[in-house]
T-cell receptor
Framework: SQQGEEDPQALSIQEGENATMNCSYKTSINNLQWYRQNSGRGLVHLILIRSNEREKHSGRLRVTLDTSKKSSSLLITASRAADTASYFCATDRAGNNRKLIWGLGTSLAVNP | DVKVTQSSRYLVKRTGEKVFLECVQDMDHENMFWYRQDPGLGLRLIYFSYDVKMKEKGDIPEGYSVSREKKERFSLILESASTNQTSMYLC???????????????FGSGTRLTVV
């Protein structure tokens, strides 16, 4: 079952521009995580933001979390061609569980 | 560098064959997961394991089984491969959940399985 829904499904920008992707979810969470997947490869963990955090940074990545709206955004600043990939959000639902719930991803193309 | 290693990047098998996909992690993680990924369907959890010899069904366990005899190894078994099991298979591992929720997953590079 999918909880996270990324928006947009696909995004195409020029190198140097900023890219913003959004994720909405339905239930209360412990944390929300963002992953990147290069074509035909496994996923790579980018950043985890806990439910009591509102913003987190890692290099050119900025993640925000609004638990009242049940949404998160991932901002990639000064994008590069190497950022071309699919980006997934995954939610860790509140309560006793062991699984993440995945969205369908945003496909980002950064054109040189 | 920590790693999750999947035994094959590409695999072609015949319908009806028994197929073994192997996954090994070197991070002493308790949790291990098997997903399949198909266009438009995202990641779907097949099975996961939170301890040696322990397993739980995910969302789509039919036609699959798993084995975890050692902490570092988690095997996915297709009992009798069918063409609808053609997919990308991804293995992942994570530390055990403590207060504050699940940790991030480390994924393998994936195995693209084609059943003909």
């Amino acid at each position: 079952s999918q909880q996270g829904e990324e928006d947009p499904q696909a995004l195409s920008i020029q190198e140097g521009e900023n890219a913003t992707m959004n994720c909405s979810y339905k239930t209360s969470i412990n944390n929300l995580q963002w992953y990147r997947q290069n074509s035909g490869r496994g996923l790579v963990h980018l950043i985890l933001i806990r439910s009591n955090e509102r913003e987190k940074h890692s290099g050119r990545l900025r993640v925000t979390l609004d638990t009242s709206k049940k949404s998160s955004s991932l901002l990639i600043t000064a994008s590069r061609a190497a950022d071309t990939a699919s980006y997934f959000c995954a939610t860790d639902r509140a309560g006793n569980n062991r699984k993440l719930i995945w969205g369908l991803g945003t496909s980002l193309a950064v054109n040189p | 560098d920590v790693k999750v290693t999947q035994s094959s990047r590409y695999l072609v098998k015949r319908t009806g064959e028994k197929v073994f996909l192997e996954c090994v992690q070197d991070m002493d993680h308790e949790n291990m997961f098997w997903y399949r990924q198909d266009p438009g369907l995202g990641l779907r959890l097949i099975y996961f394991s939170y301890d040696v010899k322990m397993k739980e069904k995910g969302d789509i366990p039919e036609g699959y089984s798993v084995s975890r005899e050692k902490k570092e190894r988690f095997s996915l078994i297709l009992e009798s491969a069918s063409t609808n099991q053609t997919s990308m298979y991804l293995c992942a591992s994570s530390l055990v959940r403590l207060r504050g929720g699940n940790y991030g997953y480390t994924f393998g590079s994936g195995t693209r399985l084609t059943v003909v």
